[in-house]
Structure formats: structure tokens, C-alpha cells
């Protein structure tokens, strides 16, 4: 849906644009008085709200046993939520002179940036930006030096990534893989289907299986029926070991 809307966006500003020019020609008082009470109703929003969310930013963040929104060390949360503050109390302040327009139209671009930056990571999913909830997760992970690495088709290029691996085994389906499984042989032999996991599991022995994939423990990372010795879980990844 969002492609048939995005291009209506350019014309719908030019059009809200010259209608503003023709109603500054006409009744500049006028328009004055209805953009200043605008931005100052605006400003006020945004300067009265950004106090209680951040305060409750801050304590949410110490409070034990809820899911955290963010990683830590991830401050632009309350860089947003204080820019935003003094954005709307600049825009009250200045709402009955010209100014108050240019700080309206060019102070929103550092508030689409820091707002971009501030979306909790349970929004976007750990799986479109996965190198801070592997890091956590491996942190926390011991490897030995006959372990089997494994990834499924959505985390086996950022797993190979992050532990400079380049031989790690595909299980479960192949997805963009599928090219180079079927068309190169070394790459045909470290693809195994989810139904060959026992197989797999028996051709290793007595070597362990580690298996990497972004997804949180208690959201089906791997098959129940899976006989996991360990499991290591943190921030949408979870690493098991068979």
C-alpha cells in the first residue's frame, strides 16, 4: 500500500504550499494569527509531553523482569524525546514571528534522523539489524574448537559475518541460497534440510552442533523436538547446542 501512497506526497506539499502563498497574499493577518496558533499549539504539545516519556524512558529502563525496548548504551531515545522538548518550546515561544516557520520546517529533519534511530528494536525486528543482539548473544556463548556452526537461511550471512566463519551449514530451507546450492557442489554439501537433522546430527558426533538463528528463544527458534543440551538467548537471537 505504502507504494501507492508515498508518490502522492510530493504534489499534496506543493499543492498545501501554494494555497498558504495564495491565502499570505490575500489576508496576511489572517494566516498570521491561524499559524500562530498552530505552532504554539503544537509547540506546547510537544514541549509538555516530552517530559513524562522521558521520565518514563528513565525508569523503564531500570525496572526488572519487563522487556527491554532498547539495547544498552542506545541513547537516542532520550536525545529524541529532549530535542523534541526544546523544539516545541522554541516553536511556543516564537509563534507569532517568521522565525517560527524556519525553525518549524528545518528543525523536523534532526526529528525524522533521531526519531529513525529511536525506533525500538522490537519494531524493526533484531533480524534487520542483527549485529548488537548477536554480540550480546555470543558474549555470553563459549565455543570450542571442534564445534559444528549452523545458521538458517535468514541469519547464516550475518552469523558468517560476525565470527569470520566460512564454513557453516545451512539447515532447514534454502531461500536466497538457492542459487549457489544447486548450481555449486560445495556449497550443495552443507545444506541440510530440517527433516536430515537427526542425520546430521549423527554424521558430527561426538562434535557439538551450534545452531545460530535471529530468533528469540519463545518465539520458535528452533523445532521442540530438537534435543537442545544449551541454550543461550539474548536480545531476538538464540544460539542452541545439540
Same mark, same amino acid.
Given at each position: 500500500m505504502g507504494t501507492? !501512497?508515498?508518490? +502522492?506526497?510530493p504534489? %499534496?506539499?506543493a499543492?498545501? @504550499?501554494i494555497?498558504?502563498r495564495r491565502a499570505?497574499?490575500?489576508?496576511?493577518a *489572517? +494566516?498570521r494569527? $491561524?499559524l500562530?496558533g498552530?505552532?504554539?499549539?503544537?509547540?506546547m504539545?510537544?514541549?509538555?509531553?516530552?517530559i513524562?516519556v %522521558?521520565?518514563?524512558? @528513565? $525508569?523503564w529502563? /531500570?525496572l526488572p523482569g519487563v522487556?527491554?525496548?532498547? %539495547?544498552?548504551?542506545?541513547?537516542?531515545p532520550?536525545?529524541? $524525546?529532549l530535542?523534541?522538548?526544546g523544539?516545541?518550546?522554541?516553536? *511556543?515561544? *516564537?509563534r507569532? #514571528?517568521?522565525?517560527?516557520? $524556519? %525553525?518549524?520546517l528545518?528543525g523536523? @529533519?534532526p526529528v525524522?534522523?533521531?526519531g529513525? +534511530?529511536?525506533?525500538?528494536e522490537?519494531l524493526?525486528?533484531?533480524?534487520k539489524?542483527?549485529?548488537p543482539?548477536?554480540?550480546a548473544?555470543?558474549?555470553?556463548?563459549?565455543f570450542?574448537?571442534d564445534d559444528v556452526i549452523a545458521?538458517?537461511?535468514?541469519?547464516?550471512s550475518?552469523v558468517?559475518w560476525?565470527?569470520?566463519?566460512?564454513?557453516?551449514?545451512l539447515?532447514g530451507r534454502?531461500?536466497?541460497?538457492?542459487?549457489? !546450492?544447486?548450481?555449486y557442489?560445495?556449497?550443495a554439501?552443507? /545444506?541440510y534440510?530440517?527433516?536430515?537433522?537427526?542425520a546430521l546430527l549423527?554424521k558430527i558426533?561426538?562434535? #557439538?552442533?551450534v545452531?545460530?538463528v535471529?530468533r528469540?528463544?519463545?518465539?520458535d527458534?528452533?523445532?521442540?523436538?530438537?534435543?537442545? #543440551?544449551q541454550v543461550v538467548?539474548?536480545?531476538g537471537?538464540?544460539i542452541?547446542v545439540f
Amino acid at each position: 500500500m505504502g507504494t501507492y !501512497i508515498l508518490p +502522492c506526497f510530493p504534489p %499534496l506539499a506543493a499543492l498545501l @504550499a501554494i494555497g498558504l502563498r495564495r491565502a499570505m497574499l490575500i489576508d496576511p493577518a *489572517w +494566516c498570521r494569527r $491561524v499559524l500562530a496558533g498552530l505552532f504554539g499549539a503544537f509547540g506546547m504539545i510537544l514541549a509538555i509531553a516530552s517530559i513524562p516519556v %522521558l521520565i518514563a524512558l @528513565a $525508569v523503564w529502563s /531500570f525496572l526488572p523482569g519487563v522487556p527491554q525496548l532498547y %539495547l544498552p548504551g542506545n541513547f537516542f531515545p532520550y536525545l529524541t $524525546v529532549l530535542y523534541l522538548g526544546g523544539y516545541g518550546f522554541w516553536l *511556543w515561544r *516564537w509563534r507569532r #514571528r517568521y522565525r517560527a516557520i $524556519v %525553525l518549524f520546517l528545518f528543525g523536523l @529533519a534532526p526529528v525524522v534522523i533521531l526519531g529513525l +534511530c529511536s525506533i525500538p528494536e522490537k519494531l524493526i525486528r533484531e533480524s534487520k539489524a542483527p549485529e548488537p543482539g548477536l554480540r550480546a548473544c555470543l558474549s555470553r556463548f563459549e565455543f570450542q574448537p571442534d564445534d559444528v556452526i549452523a545458521s538458517d537461511r535468514n541469519g547464516a550471512s550475518a552469523v558468517a559475518w560476525m565470527l569470520k566463519r566460512s564454513d557453516l551449514l545451512l539447515l532447514g530451507r534454502m531461500g536466497e541460497f538457492e542459487y549457489a !546450492i544447486s548450481n555449486y557442489p560445495d556449497s550443495a554439501a552443507r /545444506f541440510y534440510p530440517a527433516a536430515q537433522f537427526p542425520a546430521l546430527l549423527e554424521k558430527i558426533r561426538p562434535r #557439538r552442533l551450534v545452531y545460530i538463528v535471529l530468533r528469540a528463544a519463545d518465539d520458535d527458534a528452533f523445532p521442540k523436538e530438537w534435543p537442545a #543440551r544449551q541454550v543461550v538467548s539474548a536480545h531476538g537471537v538464540t544460539i542452541a547446542v545439540f
